[in-house]
């Protein structure tokens, strides 16, 4: 909770640290008058009582709003010349800025007033020098020398004055900040390549573990997370090289994966499954075979050998990807429960599968980049992009869209052992116009980094560090667990790695992104979940700050397996946009944008969010796509060059009445899918969206999907889905396409314009 503080009568001081908050000091009156616009933690009143003595605003780049006159520029008070000054012109409001070069944990901040001070005004903070917050205002300031005791971050600092105490203008001889660290920055502890800490939910098997143990391991982990679809539980289980006899029944939030260079080095006789088997289907309380809320787990670069004549299942829907995947003896894959269950949506990349996938009752379905024996059955919409062995393409019936190859692909990081027991990251190559897997015929492309160039991160480490290992050049390996974050993760460096295990998770605590990546070449984020906090926060993801203009083609940032979710968990969840994409060129592999419609906190006014995805940035594209539930434009495309591949849609189940949903005058609801209307080239196939209006059946969208009529706008293979006739979809796109309600609940379009 935010807490008063008290200002010495010749000090005022400011910190910026990573939760804005205020630590108690010593003063007098003045202190009651002034007010500290931040929250309180034992964390940063710790690193207040340790301020360092470095200045580290001392001749770093100065700015003001405004100069007396050459003499007096705003450079002049932070040279460490305390007869040198800047002055302002003579009026109301002012300001001087430092750049302090990077994101500082910033404890104390002293201001050396010349006669002419200021009387009113505040201490802004910002990680942009665009959007700022204040952290500190008063209105009755003395002058003089102050000093003042806070804690919070940022990179640029802001002095500005509202109100002048004097007929001249603001007049600052010297501005000084410490930091909680001296100015040497966080310590970030190194990483032994043989032997790293993976912390306590991460087990590593090998070859010479009993097979008792292993098995009994792996069963404790399943029954733990069953049916925990909400809780804080994160676990990975890691297989070294070597041949294994196990069957790995995947709960929520668990990571089965080989620590192989090829899938083929980890040999798994057994079973590695997903099971529809705890979620009651329709009204008949012994019906469990529903699959439709088997999210968040992974099963990823392994060999598995079923026993003789037995099937694999996995029967999962969305966030469940079985990515650089080997299944050599089952005659089936079964994506379903096998009988009469529900599923609704999945993935398969760079996987092999020896026999034949059989896709039952799935909805939909992405295989990018595989090789298939044979492919089986159809619902609404599969998408076959790559792949090896899929079936002709024959939409709408059956709903197969198939291309041939795909344009541009880089696979996802893995990590792995090599052959003298080191842990590295294999950070797989980019590749144009590919079909199969990138390794079964023979070793994929691509780049190796060792373990001892990443900081292995565990819940409860500070963002400041993270930030520290970041701006070192470290890349980073975030442990299962939930990160609770007071500050933004900034990934600033071009070819930087974050790669989460066990789904990862990451909760703004504060309002703030819980992750932002710089308009630079390479950056890889891979198997993240990021949970929106309770605070809103106007974007969840940003890669590449607003205005990016740099051209990545040659090197582009790539998403693989993030997920976002908005409420459903312990707390509410709050977020304005999941994902939003400004830099050019960037590559989605496998997104779930989530606002939640079911689990804890779940309302039209509970878990708040606008969009899922907002594009800006020219020539994105996007593999298998999920946004579901948000309350505008689901997807907003405002770039050119855009391309998705598969897109799997659900709009929110929960609004309350058609009047408080629309877009503008004339259109009931919002499109799932809008395509700006400035955007003259953008293209997509097999893409789908469904209503079911709970709340209130009567509702009605105008439009599925949302496009401007210009030659270069193509989509290929659209469909909507009125599920079970609750609701209605009046046109698949603009004003083309059946009407899907309880009539017709189906209705497809293969090609628009």
């Known amino acids: 909770m935010s807490r008063s503080r008290r200002l010495s009568a010749l000090t005022f001081a400011l910190v910026l640290a990573s939760a804005f908050v205020v630590a108690p000091g010593g003063g007098n009156a003045q202190a009651a008058q002034a007010s500290p616009l931040t929250t309180q933690t034992a964390r940063t009143h710790q690193a207040a009582q340790a301020c360092g003595s470095t200045n580290v605003a001392q001749n770093r780049p100065a700015t003001a709003s405004s100069v007396e006159n050459g003499g007096t520029p ?38 050396n007033w010349e006669s002419a001070y200021g009387r009113a005004f505040e201490v802004r903070v910002s990680d942009n020098g665009t959007s700022w917050s204040p952290i500190y205002s008063t209105t009755s300031s003395t002058g003089g020398t102050q000093t003042l005791d806070v804690a919070g971050s940022g990179r640029y600092l802001r002095i500005h004055g509202t109100q002048r105490a004097t007929g001249w203008g603001y007049s600052l001889w010297e501005v000084a900040v410490r930091t ?23 087990d590593v098997f090998s070859p010479s573990t009993p097979q008792a143990e292993l098995q009994n391991r792996l069963n404790v982990i399943s029954a733990r997370q069953h049916t925990n679809q909400f809780g804080s539980e994160r676990y990975a289980t890691l297989f070294k090289p070597g041949t294994y006899t196990a069957d790995v029944n995947l709960g929520f939030f668990t990571q089965v994966a080989g620590l192989g260079l090829s899938p083929d080095d980890v040999n798994l006789n057994g079973h590695v499954r997903v099971e529809a088997d705890w979620l009651q289907q329709g009204d008949n309380p012994n019906n469990l075979g529903n699959a439709t809320q088997n999210f968040w787990r992974s099963a990823e670069n392994l060999a598995v050998t079923t026993p003789p004549g037995q099937i694999e299942r996995w029967a999962v829907s969305q966030a469940a990807p079985y990515r650089r995947m080997h299944l050599k003896g089952a005659p089936e ?27 039952g009752s799935q909805q939909q379905w992405f295989s990018r980049n595989s090789e298939f024996g044979s492919w089986a059955g159809s619902v609404w919409n599969m998408v076959f992009l790559g792949v090896n062995g899929a079936p002709p393409p024959h939409f709408p019936n059956p709903s197969h869209t198939v291309i041939g190859q795909t344009p541009v692909i880089r696979e996802k990081p893995f990590l792995y052992v090599d052959a003298t027991g080191s842990y590295r990251v294999f950070v797989p190559a980019l590749r144009p116009n590919t079909a199969g897997t990138s390794w079964s015929n023979g070793p994929a492309a691509g780049s190796s980094i060792s373990l001892s160039e990443f900081y292995v991160v565990k819940p409860g480490a500070p963002v400041a560090t993270i930030n520290a290992a970041l701006a070192q050049g470290k890349h980073l390996l975030l442990t299962p667990g939930v990160y609770h974050l007071d500050d933004t993760i900034r990934v600033t460096r071009a070819n930087t790695v974050v790669l989460g295990l066990g789904l990862a998770t990451l909760q703004p605590d504060t309002g703030k992104a819980a992750l932002t990546v710089a308009d630079v070449d390479g950056v890889k984020l891979a198997g993240l979940l990021v949970d929106a906090g309770p605070v809103n926060s106007p974007v969840l993801i940003e890669v590449g700050p607003a205005g990016s203009t740099a051209n990545h083609a040659a090197n582009p940032t790539s998403l693989h397996d993030v997920f976002v979710r908005i409420g459903g968990g312990p707390q509410v969840g709050k977020a304005t946009v999941s994902l939003r994409v400004n830099s050019n060129n960037v590559i989605g592999d496998h997104l779930w944008l989530w606002r939640a419609d079911h689990g804890n906190a779940v309302g039209w006014d509970l878990n708040t969010a606008a969009n899922g995805l907002v594009v800006n940035g020219n020539d994105v ?101 009125s599920l079970g006739g609750v609701g209605t979809i009046n046109r698949i796109i603009n004003n083309t396409g059946g009407t899907s309600n309880t009539t017709t609940q189906v209705n497809y379009l293969p090609s628009y314009p």
């Open 333 to 359: 894959i079964q994506l379903w429960n096998g009988g009469d269950g529900w599923a609704s949506g999945g993935l398969f990349a760079d996987t092999k599968i020896d026999g034949r996938v059989v896709s």
């Open 180 to 202: 909680s660290d001296g100015g040497s920055g966080p310590v970030v502890p190194p990483t032994d390549p043989r032997n790293p800490d993976f912390g306590p939910n991460v």
């Open 74 to 111: 705003a450079s002049a008070a932070v040279d460490g010349n305390p007869g040198t000054r800047w002055s302002s012109a003579f009026a109301d409001p002012q300001w001087l800025q430092v750049d302090l070069g990077s994101t500082q944990a910033i404890c104390q901040v002293v201001l």
């Open 621 to 721: 594209t996007m593999y298998g796509l999920f946004a579901e539930h948000y309350q505008q434009y689901e997807t907003l495309w405002n770039g050119n060059g855009g391309r998705t591949y598969f897109y799997q849609n659900e709009m929110p189940y929960d609004v309350p009445n058609q009047a408080s949903w629309s877009s503008g005058p004339g259109t009931l609801g919002w499109a799932a899918y809008k395509v700006g209307d400035s955007v003259s080239t953008h293209e997509a196939w097999g893409v789908g969206v469904y209503s079911f209006f709970q709340t209130n059946p009567s509702i009605v969208a105008s439009r599925g999907f949302e496009v401007p009529d210009k030659p270069g706008v193509r989509f290929h293979n659209l469909l909507t889905v």
